[in-house]
């Protein structure tokens, strides 16, 4: 299995300037840097490949979805910059040679409302129909389409795994799968080795290995064990990454919910949880 961290643990949002973390990546020993694409115009993608490949670190793309990125928005024009934001992100993917794109593609991060349920029927309608569009983009480029589910303080739409099927099946397309971050799935699921068996080896496409308060992996009351056993049961072949917040802005700080350091630092949260990736999932 190969381990990754995200840019988030150390700045917000990502740009040229930060390059500097593609060394500190590299020298941690991680295998990738995962990059969220908060502004693409901030990022010169074709020198962070040239680094990136000059270092030898792999380079996974995930996404961040504010209010004006909602596929489900009643507003039109929010929901097409929300399409055009999932295809430009594809194509930043398959330039940086991440396999996937992933994030919560289906609303905006903080969308907390209680609807009716028509409201929600026509929700998850215009979220399928831009997801399928999507992914005719996403056929082009070659790059796989991760949809996670976030916990309910994060989300009013898919909070659970059998929320994120529900789309995955109407959307029916092979190029849209499901990521899983074990933060939110500790709060939503009954079971989390349970939830990874019912996506299967066909539909998981990537991890976000993260502890229970988003602190250092390994630290927390996850079941690691069970985790494993059940990503070993299936034949998990993807990534296993840390995505937890750092430095993180105000837009970010209030859709998360982060309100305190997670750690002693970001380098040690960071360095701690590779050793615990390596001894739990190498082993």
Not at 21 to 38: Q, R, T, W
Not at 157 to 179: C, G, H, R, W, Y
Not at 238 to 266: D, H, Q, Y
Request: some cysteine.
């Amino acid at each position: 299995m190969k381990f990754g961290v995200s840019t988030f643990l150390w700045v917000s949002p990502f740009d040229t300037h930060s390059f500097d973390l593609v060394h500190k990546v590299k020298e941690m020993g991680f295998d990738i840097i995962e990059v969220p694409v908060e502004n693409k115009d901030l990022v010169d993608w074709d020198e962070l490949k040239k680094l990136t490949d000059e270092v030898g670190l792999k380079v996974s793309i995930s996404g961040a979805f504010g209010a004006d990125r909602d596929i489900s928005s009643e507003d039109p024009a929010i929901r097409a910059n929300g399409l055009k934001y999932i295809q430009d992100s594809i194509k930043i993917a398959a330039k940086m040679g991440s396999p996937l794109f992933g994030g919560p593609l289906y609303s905006a991060v903080g969308k907390l409302r209680s609807i009716s349920p028509e409201q929600k029927k026509q929700e998850f309608d215009w979220c399928v129909d831009n997801l399928k569009k999507a992914c005719i983009t996403a056929e082009e480029f070659g790059i796989t389409l991760g949809l996670e589910p976030l916990n309910r303080f994060e989300s009013d739409m898919v909070n659970t795994v059998d929320q994120a099927l529900e789309i995955v099946k109407a959307v029916d397309s092979p190029f849209l799968k499901i990521q899983l971050d074990t933060f939110h799935n500790n709060i939503e699921e009954k079971n989390i080795a349970v939830s990874i068996r019912k996506v299967g080896k066909e539909l998981l496409c990537h991890v976000q290995g993260n502890e229970s308060d988003r602190g250092t992996p390994g630290t927390g009351n996850l079941a690691w064990n069970e985790i494993k056993e059940a990503l070993e049961e299936i034949g998990y072949e993807g990534a296993m990454v840390i995505e937890t917040f750092g430095a993180v802005s105000k837009e970010m700080a209030k859709a998360t919910c982060i309100w305190r350091p997670l750690a002693n630092s970001a380098d040690e949260l960071a360095s701690e949880g590779l050793a615990f990736y390596k001894e739990q999932f190498r082993n």
